[in-house]
């Protein structure tokens, strides 16, 4: 067997003889190393959709105490979240994720936006296992963990990709004993499900920010924070398009869907297929060229708008709505800054500080 052969170990049974062998060996490692991607693609877009992603970038009101907070504490939220996660251990940024995750139950319309976390929250877990799984460095591993136990095999040629590999001789179910092998692991697998605690956690601090303030109020916190208004302005644009591009890009499919267009590629021969995938993205490009100009359209009509209001005309703005900190926004910033200087303390505590590797 040329794996077998070429890595020091003999398939222990009639599975490894099929496991390990050569051609089902390179499709099982090249559809693994496909699956993870797709099925983030799939869990984002299937399950959120445009409609969802719209949603996702437009404010709906509420009456709760997240909404009448000051914009300002939930951005110090965001931040606090994020950076005691990066600095600490991995359950402790599991704590601060469920408990950003209690906090959705004080918006509105808990389920919507449930439908539209969940999936993000899942997809991240999926790609960071799937990918730490095989990528994370075996002298780490085997330093966090004291041993690496590896879950399958592949083909020596793909460490060239920075596939995992051992230092020495290691064991892989239904093959045996190897010498320097390349594969999957269980604790690259559950490293990825720690780290993720922490990027999940930042994920929903943002998300319950954007959620339950209004994009102007982000923009006028961030103003009387002493951000420039000209980059306060650039980041709100760039968030309140983001549903314009969504709304013209469904517009648009439901165009060609409307003349006749499927862009699913059908066919029964090879040739068919390739016909079909070929119209498939011509379709594709024709779509992203009109979403492109109506996108255009629609810069050039906010930036008429912004030239007639007097934007940048003086340097001391006023506001139709002045903000200003209450009492329970100064509570929320001495409970936020407790958590910082806690997360920095037990930063320095043996065993409750970042782990060294962490991509």
């Known amino acids: 067997m040329e794996l077998a052969q070429a890595s020091g170990g003999v398939p222990a049974s009639d599975l490894g003889l099929i496991l390990y062998n ?3 060996n390179w499709a099982i490692s090249l559809i693994y190393l496909i699956w993870g991607p797709a099925l983030v693609i799939y ?27 000051d914009p300002r ?52 877990f ?26 399958y095999a592949f083909p020596g040629a793909l460490s060239a990709l920075g596939i995992t590999q051992a ?10 004993y190897v010498q320097n092998p390349v594969g999957l692991t269980w604790e690259g697998l559950i490293y990825g499900l720690q780290i993720t605690f922490r990027s999940v956690a930042a994920i929903a601090a943002g998300l319950l920010l954007v959620f339950t303030t209004q994009p102007s109020d982000i ?11 000209e980059l306060g302005f650039a980041l709100l644009l760039a968030v309140s398009s983001v549903p314009k591009v969504l709304e013209a890009s469904m517009t648009t499919l439901n165009a060609l869907k409307a003349r006749g267009v499927d862009l699913r590629p059908r066919g029964g021969s090879p040739a068919a297929v390739a016909s079909a995938l070929g119209n498939t993205v011509r379709y594709v490009l024709l779509a992203l060229v009109t979403i492109v100009v109506l996108t255009l359209r629609d810069a050039v009509q906010i930036a008429i708008a912004a ?19 209450r009492l329970p926004d100064y509570v ?24 060294p590797y962490n991509p």
Do not use: C
Not at 91 to 101: D, E, P, Q, R, T
Not at 126 to 146: H, N, R
Not at 311 to 320: E, G, L, M, N
Not at 332 to 347: H, T
């Open 73 to 124: 504490v939930k951005i110090l939220l965001s931040v606090v979240v994020t950076t005691v996660a990066a600095m600490t251990v991995w359950w402790i940024s599991a704590i601060l994720f469920v408990g950003v995750m209690a906090l959705y139950a004080f918006t509105t319309n808990v389920k919507e936006k449930m439908r539209i976390v969940a999936p993000l929250v899942l997809a991240s």
């Open 167 to 176: 230092n020495g001789t290691a064991y892989v179910p239904y093959l045996g």
């Open 219 to 229: 923009l006028t916190s961030l103003e009387k924070s002493g951000l420039p208004v």
């Open 307 to 325: 030239e007639i209001r007097g934007f940048r005309a003086s340097r001391k703005r006023t506001y139709y709505r002045e903000m200003k900190m």
């Open 22 to 24: 050569p051609a089902v």
């Open 332 to 355: 929320g910033i001495a409970v936020l800054l407790a958590l910082l200087a806690a997360g920095i303390y037990l930063s320095g505590v043996p065993g409750l500080g970042a782990i």
């Open 126 to 151: 999926i790609g960071t296992a799937w990918a730490q799984s095989m990528i994370a460095p075996y002298s780490y591993l085997l330093y966090d963990f004291g041993e690496v136990h590896f879950i």
């Open 43 to 69: 869990l984002i877009f299937k399950l959120i959709g445009f409609r969802g992603y719209m949603s996702l970038f437009r404010y709906a009101g509420g009456e709760t105490f997240l909404y009448r907070l």
